[in-house]
């Protein structure tokens, strides 16, 4: 990755990137939903480069972009992360950990953890939505699965399910569990 693509590889449909290099480094100050994923990718381009070339230059600038994005965004992740590109974080108060893998096209909303338990890291499969206030502990999420608001995932979720509850359970699988939620 380029040190230019991490301003514009996270474009979604609810989040486009602006073509003028003014207003993507004004979005950088005054739009959380961009700027969570661009200093994430900052992070990840600045650490690469000190593992690359260790040069402690790249690893000061990992560490002022990924405080930059706990004080502005309230967004704790690591350095070393598989964020598919084009995952949409619609707001603050994100914590992800180091080797997370997170698929194409992930919606995370507000108050989400990802908890490393036992040695075990959180993967989400592609086209998944996780809700406000959620705690996945460690497990697996399927492709194409909805996560609702307040639930704590304590077992693998299979794909195309709608979960919810503490502890969160499978309440439908569908062939879309986007369309399930279409027609509550």
Known sequence: MKLKDCFTVDTHKFNQVPSSWIKRFLLLYYS???????????????????????????????????????TKNQFEHGFNHNVAYGTLFHHTNVTINDEISIGNNVQIFKNVTFALTNGKVCSVGDNSIIFSHVIILGKNIGRNCVIGAGSVVKQDI????????????????????HEYLEHI
């Open 32 to 70: 959380q939903r961009y700027s969570m994923p661009v200093y994430l990718r900052l992070t990840e381009y600045f650490f690469a480069k000190y593992k690359q070339t260790n040069n402690k230059i790249f690893l000061l600038f990992a560490h002022f972009v990924k405080r930059k994005n706990e």
């Open 158 to 177: 299979p794909d195309n399910s709608v979960v919810a509850g503490n502890p969160a359970r499978i309440i439908k699988q569908c062939e879309n569990a």
